[in-house]
């Protein structure tokens, strides 16, 4: 993935200018296998950026290597959890599993699609939500304009940046956020990346 376009246009923001700075390179994964770029994305729901890559560790060494789908549906829910997922996340899975091996899912066809319609595709899957596809279109597709507003990190990173009182809205953040069009993917790394330095700025 080439970041110097996005550096370019980002340094153009003073504040992100500061964080980049003190960051350095870009270093965004885009994970190939896109089954292991969902199911991560589920492990990773609601809990710490550090929590879900030991859990996705230990999901891994439950097989040896990142596992098929069909790997997935052979493996009881008990054997599952002991990786340290919840049950609800483990039929999460399993029910993504299933639906690629029944051919109803087909990361083909999806990586065709806009932004918003592979939004649309996906949040029609059992646990499933906009973070979470937000999360894949970052991880998975490499798409590169995507804002998760309703990722902690993001919301509280710049509520520090323009050391505002409270939490910013939706809109607020779309406002500050149109400035990084369209690389707000990026953004959203270095802000993630950048947050202990925000005292700095």
Do not use: H
Not at 87 to 105: N, P
Not at 155 to 183: C, F, H, N
Request: hydrophobic content about 40%; glycine content about 6%; overall charge positive.
């Amino acid at each position: 993935m080439e970041f110097d376009k996005a550096i370019t246009v980002l340094e153009k923001d003073p504040k992100m200018r500061k964080i980049i700075s003190d960051v350095g390179q870009c270093k965004i994964r885009v994970i190939r296998n896109k089954y292991e770029a969902l199911v991560e994305a589920i492990i990773t729901q609601q809990i710490s950026d550090a929590a879900g890559k030991v859990i996705a560790k230990r999901f891994r060494d439950l097989f040896g290597k990142f596992p098929r789908p069909i790997d997935v549906i052979n493996m009881s829910n008990s054997d599952l959890c002991s990786s340290g997922i919840s049950r609800m996340k483990s039929e999460y899975i399993k029910d993504i599993s299933d639906k690629i091996e029944s051919k109803q899912l087909n990361f083909r066809q999806i990586e065709q699609k806009n932004d918003e319609d592979v939004i649309s595709e996906l949040t029609k899957i059992r646990g499933v939500g906009r973070w979470t596809a937000e999360m894949f279109l970052i991880f998975g597709l490499g798409r590169m304009d995507i804002l998760p507003l309703g990722d902690l990190g993001l919301r509280r990173g710049i509520q520090t940046m323009y050391s505002m009182s409270e939490e910013p809205d939706d809109e607020t953040i779309l406002r500050i956020a149109k400035k990084w069009v369209p690389y707000r993917t990026v953004a959203t790394w270095y802000i993630w990346r950048g947050v202990k330095n925000f005292n700095n700025i």
